[in-house]
C-alpha cells in the first residue's frame, strides 16, 4: 500500500498515510503533497513508522525529491524520526523556533542540525516548484509553539492535532454529530482556551478550504462538514476554561 490518494489535479497530488503506527501507539497520520516533480512530507511520526513509511513513498516519488519536510510541533509521533529522513533525503525541516533546539534530543546528528529552519511565531510561506504552502500560525493548539500548513493548490488544510479523534473505524466523516464523540474528549484536555479557539476560527474562514486533514482520525471533507468542524471548535470550552481552583490541591 502506498498511501490513499485525496487530492489530484494535473500537477498535483496528495496522499494519506493512515495505517502505518503500531496498535500499541496512538494513531498518527502522515501527509505527503507532491507539487510537479517535487515532494513536502507533513509531520512523518516516530521511529516505528520511518521505515515503512519510506518504502510507501519510494512508490510515489524519489525521497531525494522530497524538498521540505514540515513538523507542526514538538511531539514524538511526529518528530521522532527525523533524523532518518534528513539522513535519506536531502530535504530542508521545518519547525517552530521554540523546538529546534529539541530536536537533538530525539537522536538529530549534528551534521544535520543545519537543514532545520526555525518557523517565527508568525509563520511564514513554503514555496514548492510554484505552489506557495501557507504556515500559519496555531499556538496553544496544543503546542505553545504550533503551526498548521494550508495548501491552496488542493484547498487543504492540514491542521495538526486539532480535529484529531480517536477511536473511529472511518477515514472520512460522514455523520458530524456522532462524530463528535471521538474528538470531544481530547479538545477538552489537549487545547489551552475557547480564547484560541475562536481566534483560529476567525483565521481560517478567510480561507477557502474544501478539506481539513488532522494528524490523528478522520477527515473533514467538504465545505459542509469544514464549517461544521469549525463552527463546533468555534463555541468549545476547553483546556483552562473548565479548570477551577478544586484543580489545584496538594495530594
Given at each position: 500500500?502506498?498511501?490513499?490518494?485525496?487530492?489530484?489535479?494535473?500537477?498535483?497530488?496528495?496522499?494519506?498515510?493512515?495505517?502505518?503506527?503500531?496498535?500499541?501507539?496512538?494513531?498518527?497520520?502522515?501527509?505527503?503533497?507532491?507539487?510537479?516533480?517535487?515532494?513536502?512530507?507533513?509531520?512523518?511520526?516516530?521511529?516505528?513508522?520511518?521505515s515503512k513509511l519510506l518504502s510507501d513513498i519510494s512508490l510515489l516519488i524519489p525521497p531525494n525529491n522530497i524538498k521540505a519536510i514540515f513538523l507542526s510541533h514538538q511531539d514524538p509521533d511526529i518528530v521522532?524520526?527525523?533524523?532518518?529522513?534528513?539522513?535519506?533525503?536531502?530535504?530542508?525541516?521545518?519547525?517552530?523556533?521554540?523546538?529546534?533546539?529539541?530536536?537533538?534530543?530525539?537522536?538529530?546528528?549534528?551534521?544535520?542540525?543545519?537543514?532545520?529552519?526555525?518557523?517565527?511565531?508568525?509563520?511564514?510561506?513554503?514555496?514548492?516548484?510554484?505552489?506557495?504552502?501557507?504556515?500559519?500560525?496555531?499556538?496553544?493548539?496544543?503546542?505553545?509553539?504550533?503551526?498548521?500548513?494550508?495548501?491552496?493548490?488542493?484547498?487543504?488544510?492540514?491542521?495538526?492535532?486539532?480535529?484529531?479523534?480517536?477511536?473511529?473505524?472511518?477515514?472520512?466523516?460522514?455523520?458530524?454529530?456522532?462524530?463528535?464523540?471521538?474528538?470531544?474528549?481530547?479538545?477538552?484536555?489537549?487545547?489551552?482556551?475557547?480564547?484560541?479557539m475562536k481566534f483560529w476560527a476567525n483565521m481560517v474562514r478567510e480561507l477557502d478550504i474544501e478539506i481539513i486533514a488532522p494528524q490523528h482520525g478522520a477527515i473533514f471533507k467538504g465545505k459542509d462538514m469544514?464549517?461544521?468542524?469549525?463552527?463546533?471548535?468555534?463555541?468549545?470550552?476547553?483546556?483552562?476554561?473548565?479548570?477551577?481552583?478544586?484543580?489545584?490541591?496538594?495530594?
Open positions: 500500500m502506498s498511501g490513499n490518494i485525496i487530492y489530484e489535479s494535473k500537477d498535483h497530488k496528495v496522499f494519506l498515510f493512515e495505517e502505518l503506527t503500531p496498535a500499541s501507539a496512538v494513531q498518527a497520520n502522515q501527509f505527503l503533497i507532491i507539487h510537479e516533480n517535487s515532494g513536502v512530507l507533513l509531520d512523518p511520526g516516530g521511529h516505528k513508522v520511518y521522532a524520526s527525523i533524523n532518518g529522513w534528513l539522513m535519506t533525503t536531502k530535504a530542508e525541516a521545518w519547525i517552530s523556533k521554540l523546538w529546534t533546539r529539541f530536536l537533538p534530543h530525539f537522536g538529530l546528528d549534528s551534521q544535520l542540525e543545519g537543514r532545520v529552519n526555525s518557523i517565527d511565531d508568525k509563520g511564514t510561506k513554503l514555496i514548492i516548484d510554484g505552489c506557495e504552502l501557507l504556515v500559519l500560525p496555531a499556538h496553544f493548539l496544543h503546542s505553545p509553539g504550533n503551526f498548521q500548513i494550508y495548501d491552496p493548490c488542493s484547498k487543504i488544510l492540514f491542521s495538526g492535532d486539532l480535529g484529531a479523534s480517536l477511536g473511529q473505524d472511518y477515514v472520512f466523516v460522514e455523520d458530524f454529530d456522532n462524530h463528535i464523540q471521538y474528538m470531544e474528549g481530547f479538545h477538552k484536555r489537549y487545547m489551552a482556551s475557547n480564547k484560541i469544514v464549517n461544521r468542524f469549525i463552527e463546533w471548535i468555534e463555541n468549545l470550552e476547553c483546556g483552562v476554561d473548565l479548570l477551577s481552583q478544586e484543580d489545584y490541591k496538594a495530594p
